[in-house]
Nanobody, 128 residues
Framework: QVQVVESGGGLVQAWESAGLSCTVSGLTFDDYAMGWFRRVPGKEREGVSCIGWSGGSTYYADSVKGRFTVSRDNDKNTLYLQMNSLKPEDTAMYYC?????????????????????WGQGTQVTVSS
């Protein structure tokens, strides 16, 4: 049974930093690319970042590029998202997801249907 569990987040002030973690069990973690997505009520889910199986390839949404950093530790089966210079518009529920591929596909952010396993989400709220 595959389990995907996010942690971190919470309430932070604008321009501060926060980090998210995602631990995966029940599969061979380093076989798969991983993604971070976020959703705000009333809006479509947005792809935030994708990282390939080895961690050597990373991709970001334009809205977070230069502020967020994705990484993974395959020995610990854990995915990370370091979020710096947070803005109120970053407020969302953040989800970790396991891709069906070992690499990030072209248009990875629009292909959430290719992610087979999802966590329950962790809320990030940025106050101004």
């Amino acid at each position: 049974q595959v389990q995907v569990v996010e942690s971190g987040g919470g309430l932070v002030q604008a321009w501060e930093s926060a980090g998210l973690s995602c631990t995966v069990s029940g599969l061979t973690f380093d076989d798969y690319a991983m993604g971070w997505f976020r959703r705000v009520p009333g809006k479509e889910r947005e792809g935030v970042s994708c990282i390939g199986w080895s961690g050597g390839s990373t991709y970001y949404a334009d809205s977070v590029k230069g502020r967020f950093t994705v990484s993974r530790d395959n020995d610990k089966n854990t995915l990370y998202l370091q979020m710096n210079s947070l803005k109120p518009e970053d407020t969302a529920m953040y989800y970790c997801a396991v891709s069906s591929r070992g690499y990030c596909a072209v248009s990875w952010s629009a292909r959430s249907y290719e992610y087979n396993y999802w966590g329950q989400g962790t809320q990030v709220t940025v106050s101004s």
